[in-house]
């Protein structure tokens, strides 16, 4: 019986010392997607034919001795990621039938580099949600427990990578929604420096706040997948033209002498008392690798959650607008005029998540409501981005918990919107700071799991993977997977 590695890492090497083929590693996540998704429902769109087309073609490039570092790796691609001649829905209704004319530059990125995409993950509709429940396409379940949430929007590739039906998937975080579901489906997800991963060709939700990253097993596999997605793109206003680097290559080093901040106010009431427990044993634990740990105070904390639900709302608005039924995606049947057409397509293509949102950003943006709303918020975003800066000149990195709790029950929060928002209560800070952070699996609660949040200044990935990977070589949170079978 073969045994194929289930790391990006693992998998390189084997294909490098051609132990395996691509073919045979892609063929192998095939047969698990085909097997055992049914009762995750993690994929929207699997690229069997593709993917196969694509591993016999990084085969003859290894063959050759043109190979890139990760050629023949697959992936899962979130649905938010644009790919020629393959739907692209955003989990939305609206986007069902669309087949996007182009590739993402990320998609690009990933092709250049000669890796095999399994196919596209399943998402919170537009990216707007924290459980994965908001999608057309239904729920995703938790691969630990199938009655719990995975976490979102990036909840079909953080249960991909966890059941092993993908060695490493993309996600994009807006306000944690790569860090929060690899916390609840312990694996490990970067969210990096805003403008260091190309926005274009990846469907706006909030666009000061979108970010694409990595998602994998562990911190060495993230920054190997890293080093393909990472740099400027001019065809993306956004991009931050910031010299590349290879983020492995400091995994090794030690961490002895590295100065942490643990912010008191992720340690109040709001914390679950056995997640802080884990998340305090998880800071002891890198205590003993030689970190210092210190408390700081980041006081806008609670003025987070507001802040952003405003400004994400606001940029949603006018971003979903787009949607019309005019150019692409869901148009109603036989609409009578113009406003018709509008208002049908509108109200059928998007689910209720999405259009609360519309409501609360176009409320915030209208006349005599901007400055009392818009406004504010972003004064307020100065005021937390200042508290960073703040905190991060007396220390390296940042230490707390990802997600106030383990994964919570599917249906359980459906009906308290504000309830579901708080669940993100350590992550959105980061988005409006714009600065990099990483959630890791450091430890189990109720038979789920819990992630530790590290959080850095501009551009210190590679610092943020190297402590996560330090973390990685004393623990074994993160070789652990869901009792699955098959």
């Known amino acids: 019986m073969t045994i194929y590695p289930d790391t990006v890492a693992g998998i390189a090497n084997a294909l490098a010392k051609r132990e395996l083929s691509s073919v045979e590693i892609t063929r192998h996540y095939l047969d698990r997607i085909n097997a055992l998704d049914r009762q995750i429902n993690s994929y929207i769109t699997i690229c069997e034919a593709h993917a196969l087309e694509q591993a016999r073609a990084a085969d003859r490039r290894i063959a050759s001795g043109q190979g890139a570092p990760l050629t023949g790796v697959p992936y899962a691609h979130k649905d938010i990621f644009c790919t020629k001649g393959i739907r692209t829905s955003c989990g939305s209704r609206m986007l069902d039938n669309f087949i996007s004319p182009y590739d993402a530059t990320v998609t690009e990125h990933l092709n250049n580099a000669g890796m095999v ?54 996600g994009t975080d807006t306000g944690g929604s790569i860090r929060q579901p690899a916390a609840l489906c312990g694996i490990t997800g970067l969210k990096p420096t805003y403008g260091r991963v190309s926005r274009y060709g990846m469907i706006a939700f909030a666009s000061s706040l979108d970010q ?61 008392p056995a997640v802080a427990a884990s998340i305090r044993q998880a800071i002891t634990e890198l205590e003993s690798l030689g970190a210092q740990c210190v408390e700081v105070d980041l006081p806008s904390t609670e003025l987070a959650i507001p802040s952003y639900y405003v400004i994400s709302s606001a940029e949603c608005s006018s971003n979903m607008s787009r949607y019309d039924g005019v150019r692409f995606g869901y148009r109603c049947r036989d609409p009578v005029d113009l406003q018709d057409m509008y208002t ?3 109200g059928e293509g998007f689910g209720k998540e999405t259009k609360r949102r519309i409501l609360i950003g176009t409320y915030a943006l209208s006349s005599g409501y901007y400055d009392a709303y818009y406004t504010k918020a972003q004064q307020i975003r100065r005021i937390i981005q200042q508290d960073f800066k703040n905190a991060l000149a007396e220390v390296d990195v940042l230490l707390g918990p990802t ?16 309830s579901m928002y708080l669940s993100d209560i350590y992550t959105t800070a980061i988005n409006l700071a714009g600065l990099p952070a990483l959630s890791m699996p ?45």
């Open 344 to 346: 049908r397509t509108r």
């Open 117 to 170: 995409l399994l196919g596209k993950t399943n998402m919170d509709e537009f990216a707007m949600g924290s459980s994965n429940e908001t999608s057309f396409y239904g729920p995703v379940a938790n691969p630990w427990k199938f009655d719990s949430v995975p976490g979102g929007s990036s909840g079909g590739s953080a249960a991909a990578v966890a059941a092993r039906l993908a060695p490493c998937a993309t």
């Open 403 to 418: 997600s106030p709790t383990v994964a919570f029950g599917l249906g359980q929060k459906s009906s308290e919107p504000v």
């Open 442 to 486: 450091a430890g189990f609660v109720d038979e789920l799991p819990v992630g530790l949040q590290i959080i850095g200044d501009f551009f210190s990935e590679s610092k943020l993977l190297q402590i996560a990977h330090q973390y990685q070589q004393v623990t074994g949170w993160h070789l652990l997977a869901p009792p699955l079978g098959g």
């Open 212 to 272: 694409g990253g990595p998602m994998a097993t562990n911190a060495h596999d993230c920054a190997l997948l890293m080093n393909v997605l990472a740099g400027f793109d001019a065809k993306d206003s956004t991009s931050v033209d910031h010299p590349t680097e290879d983020y492995s290559a400091t995994l090794g080093h030690s961490i002895k002498g590295l100065k942490c901040g643990v912010p008191k106010q992720y340690f109040d009431k709001s914390l679950d």
